[in-house]
């Protein structure tokens, strides 16, 4: 039996021996393109130095990304970490180097991204028109390098956003034949004017202008000729004053709106699946809203939450199944009582900003009225911030808790709150939805801040202020937990006994709150 052994393994090695090696230049030159295709241009142009074979293969790329990363010089290691120096200059020379040595063919993807503008025109309208003529099927130009983010905080706090002279795209690219293959398209950070002649882009799904000089008459001219529109992103487009298409386009599905400053109306003859909105209140006017399912909006005016809810755009959308909503909230407004329902709202996201003006008359306890008003939601996240002048963390000699009139919901599993700090209203708030969500997982608490874009700072909040959020929490809510189903966040602060723990476990409070501390409202 051992020798059998032996005598098969020996058989196995010979045989391995005599196999011939395979190295990568013996592959079929179609397999070589696609394999260099999923590797970042400058990563496949270095591989031309490993056999004669490869040394063109890379000129047949497919997807061109030129951005700091792509075009970046040596790294060298200073104390502080890695760094990249790259000029515009020489950015330009080895782009151009680049695409003067390409094939010029089969280009599905092109992507320029970087801080250019006005001085770089003829070298830019080079790179368009080779994305032309390689019948690139998605075109990138972002000549900004900023994050949409920034955009949104230069929005909230009015701040100008300066910038050089924009380059102006070439009027070549709309001409009537250079558009057949585009599919998808991003400008960002450039000036366009539409040709009297522009007939369209008839194959473009996808269309995204972010801060791009742009007239009225242009972006709807660009609409109603781009019949296979799917997507349709503008943002920062400081010119813009109304967005409006009424050519119908039947196959359009998501539009995304974002702090246009001048913008006064939105009206679009179709029937979106997904809306994303940030800016001032305007008028939306859509065909029809009911294929509106999915809403992100961002209101910068002064706006309660609950009133745009109940009475505002959500509650013209009979469909509607997720609405993310961050508001500025006003002094508290009393919602009328009404029999709307939002029958498939399964999930729900709010971000509440407190803006009163040294005196708090907002109350959260308001907030229950959503467990009524949407019978059938599964998840609820409330968000909240606010100035740390009203920094009253909840304590018995405060009064007895509030508790709503009892409405159980069947179907809530899923419950965050952040920006959690203890307050009476808050704390109530969070017993009602344990009390009455009797389908009820889990709910997190924490005091950290979870408002989308940076649009509210928490450099006021002191690392003892998470001390009181924790010790109200586990006080009042786990007392009231008796399912074991919240969680108690807990933020590092030396203020901690002990930093390892960062979670509290709710079972060993899992009491009632003396009835005494709790009446009816």
């Not at 490993?50 to 790329?61: A, G, Q, T």
Request: glycine share 4%; hydrophobic share 40%.
């Amino acid at each position: 039996m051992m020798r059998n052994s032996e005598q098969c393994l020996h058989e196995t090695v010979a045989k391995r021996r005599n196999l011939q090696k395979i190295s990568l230049s013996d592959l079929p030159m179609d397999i070589l393109s696609t394999i260099l295709s999923l590797l970042p241009i400058n990563d496949a142009i270095r591989t031309s130095v490993l056999s004669r074979k490869l040394k063109y293969v890379w000129c047949s790329h497919t997807n061109l990304t030129f951005d700091k990363a792509t075009m970046r010089k040596t790294y060298f290691k200073p104390s502080t970490g890695y760094y990249q120096f790259l000029r515009d200059h020489e950015f330009v020379t080895r782009v151009s180097t680049v695409l003067r040595q390409h094939s010029g063919t089969g280009v599905e993807r092109m992507e320029i991204k970087f801080r250019l503008h006005s001085k770089h025109a003829d070298h830019i309208d080079r790179w368009v028109n080779f994305a032309i003529a390689s019948k690139a099927k998605e075109l990138v130009i972002d000549l900004s390098c900023s994050s949409k983010d920034a955009f949104f905080r230069a929005f909230a706090y009015g701040k100008k956003w300066i910038r050089e002279e924009p380059y102006n795209l070439t009027s070549q690219f709309f001409s009537p034949s250079n558009g057949l293959h585009l599919q998808c398209l991003e400008l960002m950070a450039v000036s366009l004017h539409l040709p009297s002649d522009f007939k369209g882009f008839p194959n473009l799904k996808s269309l995204s202008l972010v801060d791009v000089s742009i007239t009225d008459e242009d972006v709807e001219c660009m609409l109603s000729k781009c019949n296979l529109l799917e997507f349709f992103e503008i943002t920062h487009c400081r010119m813009v004053t109304s967005i409006r298409m009424l050519h119908p386009l039947n196959r359009f599905k998501h539009l995304v709106v974002h702090v246009c400053p001048k913008l006064q109306e939105i009206e679009l003859n179709c029937s979106p699946t997904t809306l994303k909105y940030a800016g001032d209140m305007v008028p939306l006017i859509f065909a029809s809203t009911s294929r509106l399912k999915n809403i992100d909006v961002v209101i910068f005016t002064v706006q309660s939450a609950l009133s745009y809810i109940v009475t505002g755009f959500p509650s013209t959308l009979p469909s509607l199944e997720t609405l993310t909503l961050l508001c500025y909230e006003p002094e508290r407004t009393i919602v009328p009582e009404g029999h709307f329902k939002f029958s498939y709202l399964r999930n729900l996201r709010l971000e509440l900003v407190m803006c009163d003006d040294g005196i708090r008359t907002t109350d959260f306890l308001d907030y229950a009225y959503l467990l009524k008003i949407a019978p059938f939601l599964e998840t609820l996240e409330l968000h909240m911030w606010m100035m740390m002048y009203w920094h009253q963390p909840y304590c018995k000699e405060d009064g007895e808790l509030r508790i709503g009139l009892p409405h159980k919901h069947a179907h809530l599993k899923f419950v965050r709150i952040s920006g959690f700090f203890g307050y009476k209203d808050q704390v109530e708030l969070a017993l009602h939805i344990l009390r009455n969500s009797v389908a009820l997982e889990k709910m997190e608490i924490t005091p950290e801040l979870e408002i989308s874009y940076d649009l509210a700072s928490g450099d006021d909040y002191e690392r003892s202020h998470y001390v009181d959020s924790h010790r109200v929490a586990t006080e009042f809510i786990c007392k009231a937990d008796h399912r074991n189903v919240v969680n108690v966040v807990r933020v590092p602060s030396s203020s901690w006994p002990d930093e390892t723990a960062m979670e509290v476990d709710c079972r060993a409070y899992a009491e009632d709150i003396p009835s005494g501390q709790i009446r009816l409202v």
